[in-house]
């Protein structure tokens, strides 16, 4: 059906950046809103930033000012830039994404099988 294959995530130092990428790709008829979440060791998994097919954004206070997230409609990716990285930030960043497909028909939530950043010194 739809596949998203996340690239990006690795060892970085505070204070640095990493760009996160997302490539969604199948039976794709239009995409809705796609988002990043994450999800550190103990705990629940957390909205990060989510872009809308209209490019509005959201999100999470303790990213803003730090994170965009910004999305290639024409080829169904998304991206997420971070920079200020903190050691808070270590988790695995999964890519999520609403997409409508034709066979079957309808609308479905999809994750890619996430990708691991760590901040640390």
């Known amino acids: 059906q739809v596949q998203l294959v996340e690239s990006g995530g690795g060892l970085v130092q505070p204070g640095g950046s990493l760009r996160l990428s997302c490539a969604a790709s199948g039976n794709i008829f239009s995409m809705n809103a796609m988002g990043w979440y994450r999800q550190a060791p103990g705990k629940q998994r957390e909205l990060v930033a989510v872009?809308?097919?209209?490019?509005?954004?959201n999100y999470a206070d303790s990213v803003k000012g730090r994170f965009t997230i910004s999305r290639g409609n024409a080829t169904n990716t998304v991206y997420l830039q971070m920079n200020s990285l903190k050691p808070v930030d270590t988790a695995v960043y999964y890519c999520n994404a609403e997409a409508v497909t034709l066979s079957p028909l309808g609308s479905a939530e999809y994750w890619g099988q996430g990708t691991q950043v760590t901040v640390s010194s």
């Open positions: 872009i809308s097919s209209g490019s509005s954004t």
